[in-house]
């Protein structure tokens, strides 16, 4: 199978994390199609041997193996690094607007610039590159068997998807549309995915990598004018699309309803506006990607405090606000709650 050359043009390795994370339930639509081979087997008796291997092993090696992980584990890995820069990066998001529309704030947008490339550059090292290796061989071995013809004509989509496809090029209703007519035919009911939300998240997919990419350029000239507005132009556009998003979901309810949240997409999810009641996040950091030696360490946060609840395991846990007004009053092993409190 031809290597997956979609990213080349993505120049920084978190811009590629996150253009797979906003685009990762193609990977969930790959493991479908995998799974329906071997309940329909009919359908795909012209398919070459070598897209066949490459869908047994989205079937026999995802959550069992470091390089396939599963939806979960996916979700962590890209999260440890991206979530904690959702807030940074939508105060450049909106820098980006204001220096577009009044001309005149072009220093509050550089500022934002140099903030979030603080923050990139101290998390940078193998730790990313591992995750962005990961990705990598996963989504494009996703991306490469479904665009390919073998699996396409399958559901109906005689039309070619271009090389690249969803990262590089033009966005491709073609492939969009074999994406929506795979969840339709082999995802779960509650996970709707139409034509124009595959085409909206691919673009999101492609201006939150460029923005990435553009924020980490350090090459001569990068604080030109001209440079600053084509990176503010791209923010902006991204802060456009994801609001487009936002307007598709019923986001008091994705708040209150767990099982409607869970039938968001993860660009979805992650374009969710922060819960006013409070909110709950958990990071979980897998010690079999290497991040940690043993166990798990877990962060709950929410508006009053931190609270473990009670867990039911012998890994232990270490609870934090991220509040540097709140401090680390007790440690845990999980089955024996302690509680969090803010000095």
């Not at 590629?16 to 995998?34: E, K, S």
């Not at 034509?195 to 997919?205: D, E, G, P, S």
């Not at 709140?326 to 409190?341: K, Q, Y």
Request: overall charge negative; glycine content about 8%.
């Amino acid at each position: 199978m031809i290597a997956y050359q979609g990213t080349e043009s993505i120049t920084h390795p978190l811009g590629r994390v996150y253009a797979r994370r906003t685009l990762d339930h193609l990977v969930t639509l790959a493991t479908r199609v995998a799974d329906d081979i071997v309940a329909r087997p009919r359908l795909y008796r012209e398919c070459p041997v070598s897209t066949v291997k490459t869908l047994s092993a989205f079937r026999s090696l995802t959550g069992h193996h470091p390089d396939w992980p599963d939806p979960t584990q996916r979700d962590e890995l890209t999260a440890n690094v991206l979530l904690p820069l959702l807030e940074p990066l939508g105060n450049l998001r909106a820098a980006a607007w204001r220096q577009l529309e009044t001309g005149h704030s072009r220093q509050g947008f550089l500022d934002e610039v140099l903030l979030i490339r603080s923050l990139i550059a101290s998390s940078e090292g193998s730790t990313i590159d591992y995750i962005d290796s990961v990705t990598d061989r996963l989504f494009g071995a996703a991306a490469t068997v479904l665009a390919s013809g073998d699996i396409s004509k399958v559901f109906g989509v005689t039309e070619p998807i271009p090389a690249g496809w969803p990262l590089a090029g033009a966005l491709d209703p073609n492939g969009a549309y074999l994406c929506e007519l795979l969840n339709t035919e082999l995802g779960q009911p509650r996970t709707k995915l139409s034509q124009a939300k595959f085409l909206l998240m691919q673009r999101l997919a492609q201006l939150g990598s460029r923005t990435l990419a553009g924020i980490m350029d350090t090459s001569e000239g990068w604080e030109d004018e001209d440079r600053l507005d084509v990176l503010a132009g791209s923010a902006a556009a991204w802060s456009a699309s994801l609001g487009q998003l936002r307007m598709r979901i019923d986001v008091p309810r994705a708040w209150k309803d767990t099982r409607y949240r869970r039938s968001l997409v993860t660009a979805e999810r992650d374009a969710l506006p922060e819960n006013p009641a409070g909110t709950i996040a958990a990071y979980s950091l897998r010690s079999t990607f290497g991040l940690f030696a043993g166990g798990h360490m877990l962060a709950l946060q929410t508006d009053g405090g931190c609270s473990t609840g009670d867990i039911g395991c012998s890994t232990f846990y270490i609870c934090s606000t991220g509040d540097a007004s709140c401090s680390l009053t007790s440690g845990f092993t999980c089955g024996i709650p302690d509680v969090m409190e803010c000095a």
